[in-house]
């Protein structure tokens, strides 16, 4: 699939009550709205709308089950004050918050919904919930994802007890999820007891399916992993369900659209994925948050929402086939006219207009100020053999019919009304498609701007497809320029779906790049259609961008970027303890980096091998002491009951301290140097040497750990924000990890280089970080979470070589 941008692109609107657009990026008020904004001379007007978020009272086990999460219905106006006995009679719409998402964000399609309700004099209506998930972060901890589904099945069977004994009482919901809200609504199926009757349409919006965007825990991969199997190895339990998955484009910089892209599955062909700037009467990219109030979206999905409903049971109808007809029409081809279910065949032309029959291949009609209609007949007899396509345009519509899908027609009307004080020009043509297809080969990845390819279009049709040759990889990236010279004063290309158009003589600017790379089934091209004058002349030159091809590496990478920085440090790591083994000093921390930081060299996993030969224990000084027994015990404890997160980072701000004072009395004398016992003693020269290498060693480690804190800290910002209803965190990812790197650093910490140096692990211990590197960039760039275990292994080494 290929999406572009043009370079003078608009950001993407929201609706006021006025109809004005509003910038897609206007935040949201907490009680107050601003529904309209008018200047009149000198003075602004402003406008507002009351609203009332109304919480439901759930069943006394649920919420006592989940005490962090609640249900409320939106409203605003005389239908806040209608619903506040909450008798509904509408048509339920569930809309679940994403990543620290807030429940206020259904005010975007409740407010739309509510308006074009008012426009029909509420013949059909929609009451819209949301679900206050405390603004969890789970897209950085997965801990809480299963509660979550659990608690919006709940919902669910709320919100239905809701319209008991009405006449039209609905038996499913229909679910709008932002970002992780969508993949909890998918995770519904997995429940044991889940009833899939219970929901029969999903509308998800920036919702990473494919995979985390950051792999921080293995709770949130493993809730990914059993959501995409349940629903590739049990596509019967999809059958009622249509599913929509938005995707936000190039501009949302959180999900890239390659994750928001459902898989594709032979069974289930009731979803569907597109791309905000893809979207008819939408055409614009959004960020990951304007997607929720963007207005030509916004407008969209309630339009859709109320093609929908069923007349009969005035709820959203049950046949899957409609479902996904109405989700075509507004969301892939909009014809440019109100959604009919089962339009006419027939049609009657009335009207005394006059009738004229055009047998040529191309034709132009222009009018001006015409105050009599025409009807315009193409017979199709005499162009099967010769043509594809026909192809007719005027300044508002374009069409391109197959003839080949349209066997049975003798002819094709097109009815030119009335032009009273108003030009109209048509064009019209028929052409084959194979004369119109033009292969422009890409450039190369490496070109870097320099060279280029180029075509030239001595337009004499209407319509052009210039087709990108060997376009199919992620990590490319073009600009391409338009450049037109013609007599008349318009014309018009488009990539995909993008349309624009120009003045001429024009130089425009447009770049080209992939949301995901071509399966290795897929034959088909990258595609720029050329919509032409046929007195213009095109120059089309295409460029490799490199700054897009950065963008690109970022869009798609930088989630592994931890997973590189640890590998580094790992082997500067091992690069110290390697110069304190020859040399008996410890190098320069970004001097190691420079001679030592090459993952390539990658050498036989003989260290390990010689660590599973086992050790000789041998006895040493003491290294556990009742103090630092103690402390061990004390972080453990609190690691168990509390936090394990919590208990990192208390001994993280332990070894910062340890490090800042060991720089500090350092600095201040060169015969300065921190014991155990934190004594001033005035020494030689080598003990000197000796605290600096202690130093330099310690702050490698402390650069270590820092990652390591900071891939854990989702889970302590979980744990802190819902302190008041839970003490202990359950489930802990890091619990495990963070008892052991406490013991390890209670001890590394009060360690000098001098009890390393003479250790007979010191060489291995040297060696270790190297292969360890390696097993981080091949294991951590899918599971952050496993980053820790590594380093842990080697800090272990670290500390064993002063008992060996």
């Known amino acids: 699939m290929l999406i572009v941008q043009s370079a003078s692109a608009s950001s993407p609107q929201r609706l006021s009550k006025s109809g004005s657009p509003v910038p897609c990026y206007w935040m949201q008020a907490t009680s107050f709205v601003l529904s309209s904004c008018v200047l009149k001379g000198s003075i602004l007007i402003l406008c507002c709308i009351f609203l009332l978020q109304q919480k439901i009272k759930l069943p006394k086990k649920t919420a006592r089950r989940y005490p962090a999460y609640e249900l409320y219905l939106y409203g605003e106006g005389n239908y806040a004050e209608e619903n506040k006995n909450l008798i509904l009679t509408g048509i339920p719409i569930l809309f679940l918050p994403g990543n620290a998402g807030s429940y206020k964000q259904v005010r975007s399609l409740g407010s739309i919904a509510l308006r074009k309700a008012e426009d029909l004099d509420f013949k059909y209506h929609f009451n819209f919930f949301s679900v206050n998930f405390n603004e969890e972060l789970v897209a950085l901890y997965g801990g809480t994802l299963q509660q979550q589904t659990k608690f919006v099945h709940e919902c669910l069977k709320v919100i239905l007890r809701l319209y008991r004994g009405q006449e039209f009482a609905p038996t499913s919901v229909a679910i709008v999820g932002h970002s992780m809200g969508g993949l909890v609504a998918r995770a519904l199926l997995t429940l044991k007891n889940f009833k899939p009757e219970l929901i029969n349409l999903l509308i998800t919006q920036a919702t990473p399916h494919v995979a985390p965007v950051m792999p921080l825990d293995r709770y949130l991969t493993d809730f990914y992993t059993a959501v995409n199997n349940h629903w590739t190895l049990k596509a019967q339990d999809l059958r009622n369900l249509t599913t929509l998955s938005v995707a936000g484009g190039f501009r949302d910089y959180q999900v890239r659209s390659g994750l928001a892209f459902l898989p594709r599955l032979s069974q289930h062909d009731s979803a569907l994925s597109v791309v905000s700037s893809a979207v008819p009467r939408a055409w614009a990219s959004t960020d990951h948050l304007s997607i929720v109030w963007c207005k030509e979206l916004i407008l969209a999905t309630i339009r859709a929402f ?325 402390m061990m015990g004390s972080l453990a404890l609190v690691s168990w009951t509390t936090c394990g997160a919590f208990a990192l980072f208390i001994i993280y701000l332990q070894y910062l301290f340890k490090v800042l004072t060991i720089l500090n009395l350092y600095m201040k004398s060169e015969f300065c140097v921190f014991s155990i016992k934190s004594v001033k003693k005035s020494l030689s020269s080598s003990t000197t040497a000796e605290a600096a290498n202690s130093l330099k060693i310690h702050v490698t480690v402390l650069n270590l750990f820092t990652w390591i804190v900071l891939l854990n800290l989702p889970s302590l910002v979980y744990w802190l924000k819902n302190l008041r209803y839970h003490v202990r965190l359950d489930p802990d990812p890091c619990r495990t990890t963070a008892i052991i790197l406490v013991c390890i650093l209670e001890i590394l910490m009060n360690l000098s280089t001098s009890e390393v140096k003479s250790s007979k692990l010191l060489k291995m211990a040297a060696k270790v970080p190297l292969p360890l590197s390696v097993a981080v960039l091949a294991f951590g760039r899918m599971h952050l979470y496993k980053v820790p275990h590594f380093v842990t292994f080697s800090l272990f080494l670290h500390v064993l070589c002063c008992v060996v």
């Open 306 to 630: 109320f093609d929908l409903i069923d007349e009969n049971t005035r709820q959203i109808t049950e046949d899957p086939k409609k479902r996904m007809s109405v989700l075509n029409h507004h969301f892939v081809r909009h014809p440019g006219k109100i959604f009919e279910e089962n339009p006419e065949v027939f049609t009657e032309l009335t009207g005394t207009f006059t009738w004229v029959e055009v047998k040529t291949s191309k034709w132009t009609y222009s009018a001006y100020n015409d105050s009599d209609g025409k009807y315009f007949t193409f017979p199709l007899a005499s162009h099967r053999e010769s043509y594809s396509h026909i192809y007719c345009e005027n300044t508002k519509l374009v069409v391109i019919l197959k003839l080949q899908d349209y066997p049975s027609l003798s002819h094709i009307v097109i009815l030119v009304p009335p032009s009273v004080g108003n030009k109209f020009t048509l064009d019209c043509e028929f052409f084959k498609e194979d004369s119109r297809t033009i292969q422009l080969p890409v450039t190369n990845l490496f070109s870097f701007g320099l060279s280029s390819s180029k075509i030239l279009l001595n337009s004499t049709g209407l319509f052009y497809n210039v087709q990108l040759q060997h376009f199919n990889q992620v990590y490319q990236a073009f600009k391409i320029h338009v450049e037109s010279h013609c007599q008349s004063l318009i014309g018009k290309y488009t990539c995909s779906k993008l349309f624009l158009s120009f003045s001429v003589p024009s130089f425009t600017e447009i770049s080209a790049k992939l949301h995901m790379a071509q399966p290795e089934n897929e034959s088909r091209f990258p595609v720029l259609n050329i919509y032409s004058s046929s007195d213009c002349q095109y120059e089309v030159i295409l460029k490799t961008s490199f700054l897009q091809i950065l963008g690109q590496i970022i869009r798609f990478h930088a989630g592994a970027l931890p997973v590189y920085v640890v590998s580094n440090i790992l082997l500067t790591y091992g690069g110290q303890l390697s110069t304190l083994l020859s040399t008996g000093q410890c190098s320069e921390f970004s001097l190691e980096l420079v001679r030592t930081a090459k993952p390539y060299k990658v050498e036989p996993i003989i260290s390990i091998v010689v660590f599973l030969q086992g050790p000789t224990v041998l006895s040493k000084a003491k290294l556990i002491t009742p103090r630092r027994l103690c």
